[in-house]
């Protein structure tokens, strides 16, 4: 990198900024004040056909204010955290507080449900990585993949590696810091022969560097996934079970977790208003988040309020168990906070798992979806309908990769009819699932 960064030293500028924003705020007669500050650098390189295409270094930093005149409210922020900065801000923030109506829901979380507990979850694990050192990883990547005999062309290599600091304070006394680290590698490649082109990738992502896959086992992973799609037909059209990749069964949890999501639903825009304590799955699947474990990708100890952040149940043996609520979306639902401001950390399945070979064999005949185009998912009415690439199966076994297709239903209808889950977990973000098997759904192909 072209600076060294010192995250302590960081940590303790920001902490230093953010009790400057607070008193200043109080000084200028904010009723309540909360302050967000964050600095993050890194390296990023990318190469294509065994060349450096970009190199780039990164440093980013931002500080962001908003005040309470009672329950009226403004924010600002800045990309400069210097003293003229932050001042101006303030001053924004405060006028901005005066002018806008009152909103019965605003303010601070409550000073009760502020976090305690604030212990170092391991999340941060500084790569001292020359930018000769990431060109020369991501090339090995790349070339391990075009070495795969099937390969005509690479879509290139890219590795990146930053760290970061964040801050929160607020005016109940509430200030935490954390440190924080993350790292990838990727590859895609292209085939072709006489039924057309075909790419896919592979990646590694991992907190600690030391955790990542060999480049190399990347790269082959790559070539791998891209060569199995030559040939690809469509499939016919019918009502067929579908099994979801992990890479993708993570994108239904997604969806899911966004019907639970209070902004949707004190907004009335959710397939799942009103639905607490009714079932939605069947009964042996659980899901949780597990915000505490120690280097996972999204651990915290607080949330973006300051809540102390716990082990949330959201599906318990198939019914809906827990929203997931910031103190506002909570106080318009007439509820309290679950510590989700900022989201979901750590999703993960509580349920039995089985191979894929035996997913698929259950199966019988059907569709092994790997790939997901669009964005046809309606989050009022759970309707979800994608183009989608991937293998057709017969009597539990691949026969021939599919593509030109689209898969439909409706999330409620899918999430009840999930008959299995397979032990392939991808860890590599947040939410860690295996493949979905799903009962039936629309496949419209030739």
């Given at each position: 990198?072209?600076q ?18 607070l008193?200043?705020a ?8 909360e ?9 990023g390189?990318?190469?294509?056909q065994g060349?450096?295409e ?14 309470y005149?009672?329950q009226?409210?403004g ?6 955290a ?5 001042q101006?801000a303030?001053?924004k923030?405060?006028?901005i507080a005066?002018?806008?109506?009152e909103d ?10 502020m976090a305690?507990?604030?212990p170092d979850l391991?999340?941060h694990?500084p790569?001292?990585?020359?930018t000769d050192?990431a060109i ?7 070339q391990?993949g ?10 290139g290599a890219s590795?990146?590696?930053g760290?970061g600091?964040r801050v929160?304070?607020?005016?109940h006394g509430?200030?935490g ?45 790559a070539a791998e996934r891209?060569?199995r799609?030559?040939g690809a037909?469509?499939p016919?059209?019918g ?14 949890i997604?969806h899911?977790?966004?019907?639970l ?7 009335q825009?959710?397939?799942l ?5 009714t079932?939605?799955?069947p009964d042996w699947?659980?899901?949780e988040e597990r915000?505490m ?5 999204a651990s ?5 309020e300051g809540v102390q952040?716990r ?5 318990d043996?198939?019914?809906?168990a ?16 679950t510590g989700?401001a900022g ?5 993960r ?6 191979s894929r070979?035996?997913l698929?064999k259950e199966?019988?005949r ?10 046809g998912?309606n989050g009022?009415?759970?309707d979800y309908?994608?183009g989608?690439a991937?293998f057709?199966?017969e009597?539990?076994k691949?026969q021939?990769p599919?593509e030109e297709?689209t898969i439909?239903g409706?999330l409620?209808?899918?999430?009840a ?5 397979g032990?392939?977990?991808?860890t590599r973000?947040s ?10 759904m629309?496949?419209?192909?030739d």
């Amino acid at each position: 990198m072209a600076q060294a960064f010192d995250a302590s030293a960081q940590q303790s500028l920001l902490t230093a900024r953010a009790e400057e924003a607070l008193a200043l705020a109080k000084r200028l007669g904010a009723d309540a004040a909360e302050v967000g500050a964050s600095v993050d650098q890194g390296i990023g390189v990318s190469v294509r056909q065994g060349e450096v295409e970009t190199v780039e270094l990164s440093r980013d930093q931002g500080i962001a204010v908003t005040l309470y005149v009672g329950q009226r409210k403004g924010s600002a922020s800045s990309t400069d955290a210097s003293s003229a900065s932050i001042q101006a801000a303030v001053e924004k923030a405060l006028a901005i507080a005066r002018y806008t109506g009152e909103d019965p829901a605003a303010g601070l979380a409550d000073a009760s449900l502020m976090a305690t507990e604030l212990p170092d979850l391991e999340v941060h694990y500084p790569w001292a990585l020359t930018t000769d050192e990431a060109i020369e990883l991501a090339l090995a990547c790349e070339q391990a993949g075009r070495d795969v005999d099937g390969i005509s062309q690479s879509d290139g290599a890219s590795l990146s590696s930053g760290e970061g600091v964040r801050v929160y304070a607020n005016s109940h006394g509430f200030l935490g810091t954390q440190k924080g680290s993350s790292h990838s590698l990727s590859c895609m490649l292209i085939a072709q022969d006489a039924s057309g082109m075909q790419r896919d990738y592979d990646y590694t992502s991992a907190r600690d560097p030391k955790a990542l896959r060999d480049p190399a086992e990347v790269g082959r992973e790559a070539a791998e996934r891209t060569l199995r799609r030559l040939g690809a037909k469509r499939p016919p059209t019918g009502t067929f079970p579908v099994l979801f990749d992990p890479s993708l069964s993570s994108g239904l949890i997604g969806h899911l977790l966004s019907g639970l999501a209070g902004g949707a639903l004190y907004r009335q825009a959710s397939f799942l208003c009103d639905r607490l304590g009714t079932p939605l799955f069947p009964d042996w699947f659980s899901l949780e988040e597990r915000p505490m474990e120690i280097g996972a990708t999204a651990s915290s100890p607080f949330d973006g309020e300051g809540v102390q952040t716990r082990n949330n149940r959201f599906i318990d043996q198939g019914s809906i168990a827990s929203y997931m609520l910031s103190s506002y979306s909570a106080r318009r639902l007439s509820m309290q906070t679950t510590g989700n401001a900022g989201g979901a950390r750590n999703v993960r399945l509580v349920a039995p798992l089985q191979s894929r070979d035996s997913l698929l064999k259950e199966m019988g005949r059907g569709i092994w979806v790997t790939e997901l185009m669009g964005q046809g998912v309606n989050g009022v009415t759970g309707d979800y309908s994608r183009g989608a690439a991937g293998f057709w199966v017969e009597d539990g076994k691949v026969q021939y990769p599919i593509e030109e297709f689209t898969i439909a239903g409706n999330l409620e209808r899918m999430f009840a009819g999930l008959v299995g889950i397979g032990d392939d977990t991808d860890t590599r973000g947040s939410v860690h699932t295996g493949s979905w098997l799903i009962d039936a759904m629309t496949v419209a192909g030739d």
